[in-house]
């Protein structure tokens, strides 16, 4: 059972487009990390967000964290194909339990 | 800043062998460690916690005497994968940690045992 859920599991889009994937659990966190992870390498934190209700940008990515601290979610605006890859969100503190992953993949 | 390497990137290697890798902090110290094994197209499952100076923490299912860390100093872990199996191929990635709700990750190391 995982103690995060993503949704959806996969997604193709075209470039231009915009999306949102969600991170899910019945549990409490005191912080939520977003990370993005391409084949063959280690995941990229983009951003931990720690605040319920908390919203922070990254240039066309906007992450927010539920105002109960169970759920977050990232979305992405005009998508292009360099944001191709595993997002991934990771609960926890002083360690960390990972989501099941959303595989993206922007078609040009 | 954080960068976090690990090596070999990766290794193959018989059954039966042993095989170490390591987790560099390069230009932070790092009180806490973790390592990850990820399956093809699956998530990170967490392995372990290892803590600087004291023995590290294993989740439920992974075998201590089959996967031991050590954390020698505040920017270097160890993982050892003794008498591998194929079963043990995997994607295995550490992790480390500044403070309690970030980590920084390695690039990963890629385990093939024929």
């Known amino acids: 059972t995982q103690l995060l859920e993503q949704s959806p599991q996969f997604l193709s889009i075209q470039e231009g487009e915009n999306l949102t994937v969600y991170c899910n659990s019945s549990s409490v966190f005191s912080s939520l990390q977003w990370y993005r992870q391409e084949p063959g390498e280690g995941p990229v934190l983009l951003v931990t967000?720690?605040?319920?209700?908390e919203v922070k940008k990254l240039k066309r990515l906007t992450f927010q964290f539920g105002d109960a601290r169970k759920d977050s979610s990232l979305h992405i605006t005009a998508a292009q194909p360099g944001d191709t890859g595993l997002y991934l969100c990771a609960g926890g503190l002083n360690k960390f339990y990972f989501g099941s992953g959303t595989k993206l993949n922007v078609k040009p | 800043g954080a960068v976090v390497s690990q090596h070999p990137s990766w290794v193959i290697c018989k059954s039966g062998t042993s095989v170490k890798i390591e987790c560099r902090s390069l230009d932070f110290q790092a009180t806490t460690m973790f390592w990850y094994r990820q399956f093809p197209k699956q998530s990170l499952m967490l392995m372990a916690t290892?803590?600087?100076?004291?023995?590290?923490?294993?989740e439920q299912g992974v075998e201590k005497d089959k996967f031991l860390i050590n954390h020698a100093s505040l920017t270097l872990s160890t993982l050892t994968v003794t008498s591998a199996h194929p079963e043990d191929s995997s994607f295995y990635i550490c992790?480390?940690?500044?403070?309690?709700?970030?980590?920084?990750f390695g690039p990963g190391t890629r385990l093939t045992v024929l």
């Open positions: 290892s803590n600087e100076g004291s023995k590290a923490t294993y």
């Open positions: 967000v720690v605040t319920g209700g």
């Open positions: 992790s480390a940690s500044p403070r309690t709700d970030t980590q920084y």
